[in-house]
T-cell receptor, first 114, second 114 residues
Framework: DAGVIQSPRHEVTEMGQEVTLRCKPI?????LFWYRQTMMRGLELLIY????????DSGMPEDRFSAKMPNASFSTLKIQPSEPRDSAVYFC????????????FGPGTRLLVL | AQSVSQHNHHVILSEAASLELGCNYS??????LFWYVQYPGQHLQLLLK??????LVKGIKGFEAEFIKSKFSFNLRKPSVQWSDTAEYFC????????????FGGGTRLMVKP
């Protein structure tokens, strides 16, 4: 299995631009998580999908952030408009719906907003 | 709500030294406990996990962790560290009411000097 796939791996953009991050979970996994990692705040859960439905989005910072999961094999995290404080590494993780299953992380997208 | 505390933010050791990283959680019910490792520039990978049974759990690369329920702790240990263990280590907890969601600690950055 290829594991969790994220794209792009690196993104540099200017403040105010729209940024779209993509994630393909491991085939057969039906839970998907988006995390943000910064030096100041550590690893934060942004949103959690189960069977393509958002279950918990309480970690989404504000309305500029939105996430979708149109099908079991694809999810996007969009920031519009982006701001310098959004600079971080964004990780996607997936797991099977069975209780106690391990979360598998993707390689992350390193975002820099200038 | 549950929380996870890792009290050591930075640890510096020489090769062959013994390692113990602290992890404490706050949740009174049944928990599942994880340690993840993030090598420089890479994504999080599972090191070991505890669900039930023997409270002393052995993971990959010579790591082990002990669940002490009375202390709400799940400390990570390794008898003799190597330079290649330089990484950031995250403790994470899942409880029986949280579905697949994990709560991560703030992480501990370990540097092993050759």
């Amino acid at each position: 299995d290829a594991g969790v796939i994220q794209s792009p791996r690196h993104e540099v953009t200017e403040m105010g631009q729209e940024v779209t991050l993509r994630c393909k979970p491991i085939s057969g996994h039906n839970s998907l998580f988006w995390y943000r990692q910064t030096m100041m705040r550590g690893l934060e859960l942004l949103i959690y999908f189960n069977n393509n439905v958002p279950i918990d989005d309480s970690g989404m910072p504000e309305d500029r952030f939105s996430a979708k999961m149109p099908n079991a094999s694809f999810s996007t995290l969009k920031i519009q408009p982006s701001e310098p404080r959004d600079s971080a590494v964004y990780f996607c993780a997936s797991t099977d719906d069975s209780y106690r299953e391990t979360q598998y992380f993707g390689p992350g997208t390193r975002l820099l907003v200038l | 709500a549950q929380s996870v505390s890792q009290h050591n933010h930075h640890v510096i050791l020489s090769e062959a030294a013994s390692l113990e990283l602290g992890c404490n959680y706050s949740y009174g019910g049944t928990v599942n406990l994880f340690w993840y490792v993030q090598y420089p520039g890479q994504h999080l990978q599972l090191l070991l996990k505890y669900f039930s049974g023997d409270p002393l759990v052995k993971g990959i690369k010579g790591f082990e962790a002990e669940f002490i329920k009375s202390k709400f702790s799940f400390n990570l240990r390794k008898p003799s560290v190597q330079w290649s263990d330089t990484a950031e280590y995250f403790c994470a907890v899942n409880n029986d009411n949280a579905g697949n969601m994990l709560t991560f600690g703030g992480g501990t950055r370990l540097m092993v000097k050759p």
